[in-house]
């Protein structure tokens, strides 16, 4: 009878351990947080996005990253930081792909980029070219009125003169150009206007000083 209760007993108390261990919960894979559709930018543009906001995992486990480009020639892409950038190389389209990994399970987060060729900037509005009588006041050349970038990127303003003795014009701010007229004579003028990109457009003028008598 003592064996008989022993064996029963032996057989039960692991039951009873069992049920009253709480089993953990199964690992769950990275999820999705945000997804890149249909992202464009041009050509020689550096751009860098954070992978948080690509990927979260349920479990709260730290996440490792991967990312890969089907096209290298047109878009580069690598992990920086905490983030991913993607380098647009030329006009085409690449298959990004990138991947989350909790050690065990993962999610991948797939997009095209298309790299649009990149546009040189425009002339808007030209500049008139100037004649004025000496010490007659100043002219202000708003070169950001002038040119502008139809992929809407940041420009670069400079100009160029014949005379570089000749300081009727000069820059005063990154874009603008303050015309003062005293020295008698013409000048030729190149208002210049480049993008990150290397392109650019030019805007030529002539600025001509007269005496009183209009000489």
């Excluded at 349920?58 to 991913?84: K, N, R, Y």
């Amino acid at each position: 009878m003592l064996k008989h209760l022993l064996a029963i007993w032996i057989i039960i108390y692991p039951c009873r351990l069992l049920a009253e261990s709480p089993l953990e919960p199964p690992n769950r894979p990275p999820q999705i947080r945000h997804t890149y559709e249909n992202m464009r930018i041009s050509e020689g543009v550096n751009r860098s996005y954070t992978l948080q906001d690509s990927f979260f995992d349920p479990d709260g486990q730290p996440l490792s990253f991967t990312a890969h480009s089907s096209t290298p020639e047109v878009a580069i892409v690598g992990l920086a930081a905490s983030g991913f950038y993607v380098s647009a190389q030329k006009a085409g389209q690449s298959l990004i792909t990138l991947t989350a990994s909790d050690g065990l399970l993962g999610a991948e987060n797939v997009f095209f980029l298309t790299v649009e060729a990149n546009a040189a900037p425009i002339v808007i509005k030209p500049i008139e070219n100037l004649v004025l009588y000496r010490d007659s006041g100043t002219v202000l050349i708003d070169l950001s009125r002038v040119f502008a970038d139809p992929d809407s990127s940041k420009l670069a303003f400079a100009y160029e003169k014949n005379d570089d003795d000749n300081d009727n014009i000069r820059m005063i701010s990154t874009a603008e150009l303050l015309v003062t007229p005293g020295i008698l004579g013409s000048l030729s003028v190149v208002a210049i206007a480049s993008d990150a990109q290397g392109r650019s457009v030019s805007e030529p003028f002539t600025i001509t000083v007269l005496d009183e008598q209009g000489q």
